[in-house]
């Protein structure tokens, strides 16, 4: 399960989701960030889960 460091928040690769931990706004600007990256690929995401501390996205 490779993963990988942005500024304080952790982003996990599984399978086909995307995991984001961290602190609350830190893991929303990451997921922004993710998914207006991928908004015009073959595999767009979208926001699947968010809680405290974690958000999950997963492809459309």
């Known amino acids: 399960m490779p993963a990988t460091q942005?500024?304080?928040c952790?982003?996990?690769y599984r399978g086909k989701e995307i995991v984001i931990r961290g602190p609350?706004?830190?893991?929303r600007r990451e997921?922004?960030?993710i998914i207006k990256r991928f908004a015009c690929s073959?595999?767009?995401?979208?926001l699947a889960q968010s809680s405290d501390?974690?958000?999950v996205l997963k492809p459309e």
Request: proline letters at 5%; glycine letters at 4%.
């Open 6 to 8: 942005q500024e304080s």
């Open 10 to 12: 952790r982003v996990e």
């Open 24 to 27: 609350s706004n830190e893991i």
């Open 31 to 33: 997921a922004n960030r």
């Open 42 to 46: 073959a595999t767009p995401y979208r």
């Open 53 to 55: 501390g974690q958000v």
